[in-house]
């Protein structure tokens, strides 16, 4: 997500893909904040015009180079951040069930690393809290129970 969204007049709606080939999911290693360092579901910021699932595909195709195809939006959360008594990101995460439809994961513009990481290993990779918990929710909904190996 650019840094331009950082310190908002506003809440910024961000977009996620929750993208799972078989057993596993599709995470990308954040290189620009926040969250930078840490594993979690490609996304970022809606652009004007755009809705919430061209959005999805746009982003994992532009963080990873992976093709999806957006069945319904699972969920909706906040994530905020303050700096002392500043908000320093407001995002209104806006959580896209994807089918896998084509493409074998590339890091490209503000992720570090792609990669489908098998469900049972999740917990081996620092994940973004809200990563990890909407991860395991949609991992349930799927009918495989939580992730094993998981926190």
């Given at each position: 997500?650019?840094?331009?969204?950082?310190?908002?007049?506003?809440?910024?709606?961000?977009?996620?893909?929750?993208?799972?080939?078989?057993?596993?999911?599709?995470?990308?290693?954040?290189?620009?904040?926040?969250?930078?360092?840490?594993w979690s579901i490609p996304g970022g910021v809606l652009e004007v015009g755009e809705t919430?699932?061209?959005?999805?595909?746009?982003?994992?195709?532009?963080?990873?180079?992976?093709?999806?195809?957006?069945?319904?939006?699972?969920?909706?959360?906040?994530?905020?951040?303050?700096?002392?008594?500043?908000?320093?990101?407001?995002?209104?995460?806006?959580?896209?069930?994807?089918?896998?439809?084509?493409?074998?994961?590339?890091?490209?513009?503000?992720?570090?690393?792609?990669?489908?990481?098998?469900l049972r290993e999740l917990g081996e990779y620092e994940l973004a809290p809200a990563a990890?918990?909407?991860?395991?929710?949609?991992?349930?909904?799927?009918?495989?129970?939580?992730?094993?190996?998981?926190?």
């Amino acid at each position: 997500m650019p840094a331009s969204t950082e310190f908002p007049k506003g809440a910024v709606p961000a977009v996620g893909a929750l993208v799972f080939r078989g057993e596993e999911v599709l995470l990308v290693k954040r290189g620009t904040e926040p969250n930078k360092g840490l594993w979690s579901i490609p996304g970022g910021v809606l652009e004007v015009g755009e809705t919430v699932e061209e959005a999805a595909v746009r982003e994992t195709r532009e963080e990873t180079n992976v093709l999806v195809r957006p069945r319904k939006v699972f969920g909706v959360s906040d994530y905020i951040e303050r700096d002392r008594s500043t908000v320093r990101w407001h995002y209104v995460l806006i959580d896209v069930l994807c089918d896998y439809v084509s493409g074998e994961p590339f890091p490209a513009t503000d992720a570090e690393n792609a990669r489908f990481i098998p469900l049972r290993e999740l917990g081996e990779y620092e994940l973004a809290p809200a990563a990890l918990e909407v991860v395991q929710a949609a991992a349930k909904e799927r009918g495989g129970g939580p992730p094993a190996g998981t926190r």
